[in-house]
């Protein structure tokens, strides 16, 4: 058995120390946990958020002055310009179908609609400021019956199917359910 | 069995766009259809000669044929923002001063080819409702000649040739969708009611079932529908520039009569 002597105890206990230290360092270092870490996350979401709203507030500003001055056509011309360059955008999507909406294009209006739905739920959540829930309820409600039987005449005529599908998408994102 | 499509533009394009969605119907109706274009201002003669058995046309040509012919209704076209409608606008140069209506007095205007009912009646029929007259009560008005006159009326307005123009919207929506002009160039001074948009007829007396077998095939026509085409496996609507069919009733044209009777314009003109 290897003997030790006081200067292998003096060098076992400074490692040991060292190790301590360190570990210390570490627990001490890491990102703040529990409660502190969520409220940081939230507030992180909710800036963004809150970015992205004043983002789409900004962009489709244009668009909405025309259609406030009763400009259908040209804020319609506007949004196909924005589309060029966010053709993603579901903003975009909702606001062509309340436009196509009041030009009484009601199953363009609608498959615009449920596009918008599709690429962003906050539009039929009731607490989100970008909220359309009245008026997308207002619209499947009107709308489900006619475009039922619209479709129940014309079996084959798919472009009818989708939108009645649609329709029934609307609803269920309504009641809350999920896609 | 002929098909006669109206030249929109140039002929040339007319069969580049329909000749695939005409191999398409022959392969699914088994029958050997033709692709017969046809001028617009020709086109109800031609029909009446029996040059054709299906038709496809705008929809105040649909109108004339089926007034003096009856020619039954078979399929809307889908395309642009409006799906199976469109509309007429009546655009000026931003920074004209021409903002509305009532400042087209004694201006010169163009607008699209006489038959076109986004193109010329609608817009026409805007100024009539608005009490003016365009007979007398602007400098003077004008049509373009030759091929692609739609895109002419606006190009006109843009490099002021033309005070004003009346430009069918879906040509504005695509000019402005390739970048061609920009949404801040014009003024919309006004834009008439949706009417239908293309449609596909059929002369009267056509076996019932082939009608309704073409009106079927058209309407079932997805996005994903492809045709062996010169070599080439294509997508029949993209090909055709359509987003689709729709069958639509006769009386959704109603409006578009209306528009018709007030102009003064087939097939209710009267001298």
């Not at chain 2, 392969?27 to 692709?35: A, C, M, P, S, Y």
């Not at chain 2, 003016?132 to 606006?154: L, Q």
Request: neutral net charge; charged residues 25%; aromatic residues 10%.
């Amino acid at each position: 058995m290897i003997r030790r002597d006081r200067f292998d105890l003096l060098l076992f206990a400074l490692l040991l120390g060292c190790v301590l230290v360190l570990g210390l360092l570490l627990l001490k270092g890491q990102a703040p946990t529990g409660s502190g870490a969520r409220i940081d996350k939230a507030l992180e979401q909710q800036i963004a958020y809150q970015a992205r709203v004043n983002f789409l507030h900004n962009l489709y500003q244009p668009v909405e002055q025309l259609r406030q001055k009763g400009q259908l056509a040209a804020a319609l011309l506007k949004l196909d310009e924005l589309a060029r360059k966010y053709p993603q955008e579901a903003h975009g999507e909702i606001l062509r179908g309340e436009i196509l909406l009041k030009r009484k294009a009601v199953k363009q209006a609608i498959d615009h609609f449920v596009r918008a739905v599709r690429l962003n739920g906050d539009y039929v959540d009731q607490a989100s400021p970008l909220s359309r829930y009245p008026e997308i309820q207002g619209l499947v409600e009107a709308q489900l019956p006619v475009f039922r039987q619209r479709a129940k005449s014309n079996p084959q005529s798919q472009s009818l199917q989708n939108t009645l599908t649609g329709l029934y998408y609307l609803q269920s994102r309504l009641a809350g359910g999920c896609e | 069995m002929r098909i006669g499509y109206m030249n929109c533009n140039s002929e040339k394009e007319t069969l580049e766009r329909f000749r695939p969605l005409t191999r398409y119907l022959s392969q699914q109706l088994g029958v050997d259809f033709e692709v017969v274009p046809v001028d617009t201002q020709d086109f109800p003669e031609r029909f009446a000669a029996g040059e054709f058995e299906f038709t496809h046309t705008n929809s105040l040509v649909y109108l004339i044929l089926h007034e003096e012919d009856q020619l039954q209704l078979l399929a809307t076209e889908k395309r642009g923002r409006y799906g199976t409608h469109t509309s007429g606008s009546i655009i000026s140069r931003k920074g004209s001063g021409i903002r509305t209506l009532a400042d087209l007095k004694d201006k010169r205007m163009v607008f699209g080819p006489q038959l076109a009912p986004s193109g010329f009646l609608a817009q026409y029929d805007l100024l009539l409702r608005a009490g003016i007259d365009p007979e007398t009560d602007i400098a003077y008005y004008a049509i373009p000649s030759g091929s692609f006159k739609h895109e002419k009326v606006v190009y006109g307005v843009y490099f002021g040739k033309f005070d004003v123009g009346a430009a069918p919207s879906l040509d504005l929506e695509l000019m402005v969708g390739d970048g061609k002009i920009q949404a801040d160039d014009f003024n919309i001074i006004a834009e008439s009611p949706i009417i239908p948009y293309c449609t596909f007829g059929a002369r009267k007396d056509l076996d019932p079932q082939l009608v309704e077998k073409f009106r079927q095939t058209l309407v079932q026509l997805t996005q994903d529908a492809t045709v062996e085409f010169e070599g080439e496996n294509l997508k029949v609507l993209a090909s055709a520039w359509v987003d689709g069919y729709e069958t639509l009733a006769d009386s959704d044209y109603d409006l578009l009569r209306e528009m018709a009777r007030r102009a003064n314009m087939p097939p209710y003109q009267k001298f």
